[in-house]
């Protein structure tokens, strides 16, 4: 059960109208890293979770309060979106200043939304749950979760230097600081699940099913040897259980592949000498 607060969680008011840069705004609203995404993937991860406890209260949580971020992004547009110019067609058209703000304006946010904020990204298209994961293991998911965090952060952090508006760059400096402490806690629940489960998804896969002479090989597969430089080279491997190995020249272990000529009545191209065309 949902319990809607009126209040927002942080004050969304810009200091004037901007419906261009409302429009760059739906990016981290419902673009694939946006706020509607990560709260659809929180909570689905935590409708998913198949016992009581502390990881499904995070994701419930965490999940809830991109709710709240929805809200005030969807208010800080509405409000960028004032007295937006849409009557003004017929000036723009002597006037390339204006022509340049509406041309940048989205077009939809007053014919479709009524000078409201859509779940669309800021090129007009719609929110996908494709977006989301929720494969069910934690550790997996959590690291999707940082993913989205960081992306996420990047894109807002963008934003802000897009603008010279107080009121914007106030509301963006809470969200940023929220990413920050989001970064960190997914990257505490990793630490600590790896700490019980190992750093391999899944861990309890039977390592022996596995073609284990590959499975901590490097393979160089471009010009040049500066990859060998890594971490991820040489050295012991990260979940403790073997050594890195840098492979030069990868080899091909399954030969070059031949298939059996298709039947007739497929009149794929066989190679082989038609019969009488007549």
């Given at each position: 059960?949902?319990?809607?607060?009126?209040e927002?969680q942080?004050p969304?008011?810009?200091d004037r109208?901007d419906?261009v840069?409302?429009?760059?705004?739906?990016?981290?609203?419902?673009?694939q890293?946006?706020?509607?995404s990560?709260?659809m993937?929180?909570?689905?991860?935590?409708f998913?979770?198949r016992m009581d406890?502390?990881y499904k209260?995070?994701?419930?949580?965490?999940?809830?309060?991109?709710?709240?971020?929805?809200?005030?992004?969807?208010?800080?547009?509405?409000r960028?979106l004032?007295n937006?110019p849409?009557g003004?067609?017929?000036e723009a058209a002597?006037?390339?200043?204006m022509a340049a703000?509406?041309g940048?304006m989205?077009?939809?946010h007053?014919?479709?939304?009524?000078?409201g904020?859509?779940?669309?990204?800021?090129?007009g298209?719609?929110?996908?749950?494709?977006?989301?994961?929720a494969?069910?293991?934690l550790?997996a998911d959590?690291r999707a979760n940082l993913?989205a965090?960081s992306?996420?952060?990047?894109?807002?952090?963008?934003?802000?230097e897009m603008?010279?508006d107080?009121?914007?760059?106030?509301?963006l400096?809470?969200?940023?600081?929220?990413?920050?402490m989001h970064?960190?806690?997914w990257?505490?629940?990793i630490?600590?699940?790896?700490?019980?489960e190992?750093?391999?998804?899944?861990?309890?896969f039977?390592?022996?099913?596995?073609?284990?002479q590959v499975?901590y090989d490097?393979?160089n597969?471009?010009?040049?040897?500066a990859?060998a430089e890594g971490?991820w080279a040489?050295g012991?491997?990260?979940d403790?259980?073997?050594?890195f190995c840098?492979?030069?020249?990868?080899?091909?272990?399954g030969?070059?592949p031949?298939l059996?000529?298709?039947?007739a009545?497929?009149?794929?191209?066989n190679f082989h000498?038609p019969?009488?065309l007549?």
């Open positions: 059960m949902f319990y809607h607060i009126k927002l942080y969304a008011k810009p109208p419906p840069f409302a429009r760059k705004l739906q990016e981290v609203l419902g673009g890293f946006g706020e509607i990560v709260a993937q929180y909570l689905f991860q935590g998913n979770v406890g502390k209260d995070l994701l419930m949580d965490v999940g809830t309060e991109e709710l709240a971020h929805i809200e005030m992004l969807a208010t800080m547009i509405a960028l004032d937006a849409p003004q067609l017929e002597n006037d390339p200043i703000i509406i940048g989205n077009p939809q007053a014919i479709v939304n009524g000078l904020a859509a779940p669309k990204d800021s090129n298209n719609s929110w996908s749950a494709d977006y989301i994961i494969s069910g293991n550790l959590f993913n965090e992306q996420g952060r990047l894109q807002v952090a963008r934003l802000y603008t010279s107080r009121g914007v760059k106030d509301m400096s809470f969200l940023i600081a929220r990413d920050t970064q960190n806690m990257l505490a629940a630490e600590e699940l790896e700490a019980k190992g750093v391999v998804v899944p861990s309890t039977p390592r022996h099913l596995e073609k284990q499975a490097f393979y597969f471009s010009q040049g040897e990859s971490r040489h012991p491997s990260i403790g259980c073997s050594n840098y492979v030069q020249n990868p080899p091909a272990y030969g070059i031949h059996n000529p298709a039947p009545y497929t009149f794929d191209t000498i019969p009488s007549c």
